[in-house]
């Protein structure tokens, strides 16, 4: 599909209108690229049949920029609600998606979206089967904003829940941290350095799946990392259990280039947006298990254990640094930088 077969180059108020021009842009674009059995069906909604538990999460992308290295608001869209269900100890399988577009929005850039989020939902094993369209006034909005919502049912082994949660614990991240964060901070206005760090956006959930199919109710927790990055996280968890958390400074997978990027804008890594990785937490006699199995599947090759739940310090993160001190790792209070999902 290129703007050519449209006769338009951006997204106008009449594309909102519910008349012709927005029957052409669905038809076109959003029910051509997403056909499927649900989809094809127009309806209003979508029904589903779908037994026992069920997941639901629902989010909202505001990106800016809306093109990054290593993505788009496309693929965080899918991803990063594709990842929310799993996190729940679900299987997602289906996902809403609503477009709120800026007048003037080149339909080229529109298209560009719309062909990622299928490419990710299909690399996911989701289906869109509703969703909305809305046009607002240039200077409104700013571009696209997008609305996921995912539904998937609870692995029959999941027991997925903070009250699970013992001391002795193992936390264990499944990879490196604050990549998308500095990929978002690399291109944005004011903020430009040169950088060649791409956002770690993908989908975990196979990589989930795995590990309930493996470990079943050994996991007791997933959380992934995105705004507040891994400290806010850890620190909400800690809050949560009235148990406290070490963690090993040493232990946390952190690129070099990404390292130096945050030392260079004075941002500490451990608070910095993450699109790709994911934290669990898990019975300490499967640790190294946990550990291998994450290890040989590509988006896991470099998890760590990087600490333990202990009764020590409740609701407290205490980071043991790689010169021997400690330091209290506190959440973080207000946004490093918005819009970064």
């Known amino acids: 599909m ?20 927005t029957r052409d842009l669905l038809d076109k674009i959003i029910f051509e ?13 979508s029904i589903i049949q779908m037994d026992g538990k069920i997941a639901i999460s629902t989010d909202s992308f ?5 093109f ?33 577009v800026e007048e003037g929005l080149p339909i080229g850039d529109f298209i560009k979206i719309v062909e990622t989020i299928k490419e990710t939902a299909d690399r996911s094993g989701v289906k869109i089967i509703t969703g909305d369209t809305k046009v607002v006034e240039r200077g409104k909005g700013d571009k696209i904003f997008i609305n996921t919502t995912g539904f998937g049912k609870v692995h029959p082994k999941a027991d997925i829940s903070a009250d699970k949660i013992k001391a002795g614990d193992k936390i264990i991240i499944s990879g490196p941290i604050a990549q ?7 291109e944005r206005e004011g903020l430009e350095f040169e950088s060649t760090i791409e956002s770690d956006t993908t989908n975990l959930n196979f990589l989930v799946l795995d590990l309930l199919d493996a470990f079943g109710d050994k996991i007791h927790l997933f959380r992934d990392p995105t705004r507040g990055g891994v400290a806010s996280v850890l620190s909400e968890i800690a809050d949560d259990i009235n148990l406290g958390i070490t963690i090993q400074e040493n232990k946390l997978p952190l690129d070099d280039q990404v390292s ?15 699109e790709g990785i994911f934290i669990t937490i898990v019975s300490p006699e499967v640790e190294s298990e946990v550990l291998a199995l994450l290890q040989n599947n590509e988006k896991g090759t470099k998890a760590s254990c990087i600490g333990e739940i202990t009764q020590e310090h409740p609701k407290k993160v205490v ?19 918005p819009r970064i999902c």
């Open 2 to 21: 290129s703007n050519m077969d449209l006769g338009y180059d951006t997204i106008n108020l009449g594309h909102g209108s519910g008349g012709l021009m």
């Open 33 to 45: 690229t997403f056909s499927n059995p649900y989809l094809d069906q127009k309806h209003d909604g």
């Open 62 to 66: 505001v990106v800016s920029p809306i």
């Open 68 to 100: 990054f290295k290593g993505g788009n608001i496309g693929d965080l869209a899918v991803n990063g609600t594709v990842n929310d269900v799993a996190m729940c100890g679900a299987i997602p399988e289906f996902l809403s998606l609503a477009f709120i």
């Open 180 to 186: 998308h964060g500095m990929a978002i901070m690399s």
């Open 260 to 274: 130096a990027a945050c030392e260079m804008l004075g941002l500490d890594p451990l608070f910095v947006a993450n």
């Open 319 to 337: 980071m043991q640094s790689m010169i021997g001190g400690k330091r209290m790792v506190t959440p973080m209070i207000g946004e490093q930088l």
